[in-house]
């Protein structure tokens, strides 16, 4: 059961399976709902653009539509962080939603302040819950919105571009697909493991 689930959270196995809507909701699942933190949104925008320079998929509405998505996810999830507040803290653990996970984003805008919304697209898991805090923050919505629009938009079209670019110009780059997204997840997961790593060396340094 875990193996075929396992199976199917492969970017090309996903998208293949799921299609451009499938797509589309996975995005935006990811850019705002606490469920959606385990999606692989990186890798998928990357494969998602090698496939479309393959031409499975079509690159105009690939764009556009990872955009508006990735842009309603994280407003979606601002909404329900402003309407649920601080009780969620009070929320208990589950495989869905893990306390830490919100720490860990309140910890970035503590940390960066609005700029968190447009630093946390590249950031996994912190991408997903990001805009919940900043909802329950009450950061000022025009403030929230800008480094949505300006992170969704960043976030979507370089990542669709590598893919398709280097589809274009590299022959074969099939064969090399699973490196690429390991080293896109690797690079991905950096600035967590250096947020990790201070808050462990903080206590003992002062």
Not at 1 to 13: A, D, G, K, R, S
Not at 98 to 119: C, D, S, V
Not at 165 to 191: C, K, N, T
Request: aromatic residues 18%; hydrophobic residues 50%; charged residues 15%.
């Amino acid at each position: 059961m875990l193996h075929t689930f396992l199976y199917f959270l492969q970017p090309i196995v996903l998208i293949k399976t799921v299609g451009l809507l499938g797509l589309f909701f996975i995005i935006f699942a990811e850019s705002g709902l606490f469920f959606g933190f385990f999606l692989p949104g990186d890798s998928l925008l990357f494969t998602a653009g090698f496939l479309a320079a393959g031409h499975y998929l079509p690159i105009g509405y690939l764009l556009i539509g990872a955009f508006v998505c990735a842009v309603l996810g994280d407003s979606v999830g601002y909404s329900f962080g402003k309407k649920v507040g601080p009780k969620i803290f009070t929320k208990d653990d589950s495989f869905f939603f893990q306390k830490k996970h919100i720490a860990r984003a309140q910890h970035f805008y503590e940390a960066y302040g609005n700029k968190t919304i447009f630093l946390a697209r590249f950031i996994p898991i912190v991408r997903t819950f990001a805009p919940i805090v900043a909802g329950i923050g009450n950061m000022k919505y025009k403030d929230f919105i800008f480094y949505n629009l300006l992170g969704g938009l960043v976030w979507s079209i370089c990542l669709v571009l590598s893919g398709y670019f280097l589809g274009r110009i590299i022959p074969g780059i099939d064969v090399y697909m699973l490196p690429i997204i390991l080293i896109i997840v690797s690079i991905s997961f950096l600035p967590i493991l250096i947020e990790i790593i201070r808050s462990r060396k903080s206590p003992t340094m002062e």
